[in-house]
């Protein structure tokens, strides 16, 4: 060969797919990348225009107004906050941070598809962990940890499942884990669960040096066009992120956004309440309909379709797509039989179900 081929790793991956392909012309309901069901917050929108006049100048690389303000709505220590483009760059960050050649970084079996591919590309080596019927397993990680494990990620809840670890199973897999190793907990969907149980792992944060939280201005905060996440962890941490990550990944205009966002009080609370509604009404009528959803506690559903030809989920994947319905298949997770949707507007929940349920008919 006559030209430069990268590392064979790299060449061998295929690139992430996330479905957002556009139709030339009619409506499109995007139900596949778990997005906001409204459109931005109307707070973080107005602020766009003052940024504007800035737009030559490089952001700060540690935006403290932003940090100070997430830090009083969460009760953090905003010196212990890194922010990047998306929570991606972190994840990231992350693995070329902490992982050599052959290290071995733990994901459970669903866990978030940029898990492996980031360690693939830091050059370290995936290992993952049994789910028990679409649940992370606890044991199943702590029996794979090897003296070559440095990083192990759990997203809670989980991205594509919608299932969670409650606070004190969390606490028991950083417990039984040995000191040297990276619990990385991704919470992005944090703001959209309503359970008593659960904690976004800021808690264990505070009280270890071996725990990173990562957090998104993605999904309740409905800024995913802007690129935004920020990590929270131990200044040592922060210290490699930094090192690592590019120097201005996160904007100045996703910065203005986010501050603006997270004081959007009643944006934030129309959404969660939206999606507490949406989401099991969602659930019920596609299971009247004879298919099988996991339990979810995110603004998305992980839909399971039957195995009869012409019935299966990649026909619906199909089938919606010609009508304008962009869904997320499963397959690139192992799980063919399933689709992802994420909640959005009342009037696109009902012409989903009713459009699944003229695929049966028609399929019949
Ligand atoms: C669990 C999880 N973590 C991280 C991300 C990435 O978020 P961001 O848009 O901040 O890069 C996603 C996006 O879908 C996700 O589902």
Known sequence: MNYPTPRQSIAEMV??????????????IRLSANEGAFGPSPKAKKILSSVADEMHRYPEEDPATLAEAI???YNLDPSKMVFGCGSDELIMATCLAYLGPEDEAIHSQ???????MSVKVAGGI???APDSNFKV???AILERITERTRIVFLANPNNPTGSYLSRTEVARLHREMPENILLVIDSAYAEFVVRNDYSDGSDLVDKSDNVVMLRTFSKLYAMAG????????PSHVINALQVVKQPFGANRVAVEAAIAALDDHDFIAKSVEHNTFWQPWTATELEKLGLTCLPSVTNFLMVRFPDAVGFTAQDAGEYLSNRGILTRGMSGYGAPEYLRLSIGTEEEMRIVVNTISSFFNHAR
Do not use: C, E, H
């Open 71 to 73: 830090g009083m709505k």
């Open 126 to 128: 995936p290992v993952a």
């Open 110 to 116: 669903y866990g978030f598809i940029m898990y492996p």
């Open 137 to 139: 397993n606890v044991d």
């Open 226 to 233: 802007l690129r935004l996440g920020w990590a929270y962890a």
């Open 15 to 28: 690139r992430y797919q996330p479905n957002l392909s556009v139709k030339k012309s009619g409506r499109i």
